[in-house]
């Protein structure tokens, strides 16, 4: 699970576009830069604008294409939760790289699982993850939150399976966890009420990010202890770290990289989860740009 989507301005020119998907949903993208063309996949309370600093660090050496994933901006609605497949946001990655004729793709976080899994379908693809939210080796306790979780977001119960979620996926400082429930929700509850003003170029209101958590968890639930599954990658990888994660996202990225030992494996110091994101949102783009500058031009 990732931070909050950014309210800082992207400082490059970022021109959106529209592509349907298999379904016929249509999928919102925003593209900058030039070069060879790199799709980026946001994680969880992220939208295309999170990555729009990291966008335009890149932007004088690739194409960069932010995807809104569904349910944000002009992306179409995700389906009721008990429908859901996330292999429908496989086909919204697919056919972003086919309209922009992009050779890599770039996850982040539980989009770093969708990344990996278009990258098992489409070697000729060179992929980057950048802490794909792969529980290993039972690294996280995804039973005891996953119990809690589902009735909260099958009831519709936002405020409080937006605090299980940021708990049980250890996101936010960890004092959090020694503050009541009660008012942890009822912070939740007015932030997502609160009115988002007028939003970055991609952006998402904290409503849309909120109710896209739901989904999120099913992918992480649905990839987790099948790690083993990535072995079989067999285009281009290239793994991202952060030194101030969590210890089951640094495991995720270590289990990869043994499974993987052709992959390049980069860290960003000084940051954890945040790191892709935009500066105000704790992230260190310029530093993340360097690396993949480096290590995609060798590919």
């Known amino acids: ?13 970022l021109t959106g576009h529209l592509v349907s998907s298999e379904d016929g949903t249509p999928i919102e993208y925003f593209s900058t830069g030039t070069g060879p063309g790199l799709v980026v996949v946001h994680g969880t309370m992220q939208s295309a604008a999170s990555q729009s600093e990291l966008a335009d660090a890149l932007s004088d050496t690739f194409t960069v294409h932010l995807i809104n994933r569904r349910g944000r901006g002009r992306s179409g609605a995700y389906p009721a939760l008990t429908d859901y497949d996330p292999a429908a946001e496989l086909a919204d990655i697919e056919a972003v790289v086919a309209a922009t004729g992009a050779t890599a793709v ?5 989009g770093g699982i969708l990344a990996a899994e278009v990258g098992l379908r489409h070697p000729e693809l060179a992929v980057v993850l950048f802490e794909p939210a792969l529980v290993a080796d039972r690294s996280l306790d995804l039973d005891a939150f996953l119990r809690r979780f589902e009735p909260e977001a099958a009831r519709g119960d936002v405020p409080a399976y937006m605090v299980t979620a940021l708990l049980g996926t250890q996101m936010g400082p960890g004092f959090l966890r020694f503050f009541p429930r ?25 409503a849309e990010l909120a109710r896209a958590v739901p989904y999120d968890m099913r992918i992480v639930a649905a990839h987790a202890d099948r790690i083993e599954d990535y ?5 281009p990888v290239i793994l991202v770290g952060a030194a101030k994660s969590p210890a089951y996202l640094k495991h995720a990225v270590e289990r990869l990289h043994q499974l993987l030992p052709g992959a390049a494996t980069v860290t960003i110091d000084g940051v954890g989860h945040s790191a892709t994101q935009n500066a105000a949102d704790g992230g260190k783009p310029t530093e993340v740009a360097a690396a993949l500058r480096a290590h995609l031009a060798a590919r």
């Open 231 to 235: 072995r079989a990658l067999r285009g």
């Open 182 to 206: 009660r008012m942890l929700e009822s912070s939740t509850r007015k932030m997502i009420a609160k009115d988002a003003g007028t939003l970055p170029v991609g952006g998402a209101t904290m």
């Open 1 to 13: 699970m990732s931070r909050t989507d950014s309210t800082t301005r992207p400082t490059s020119r």
């Open 106 to 110: 770039l996850g982040i976080s539980s």
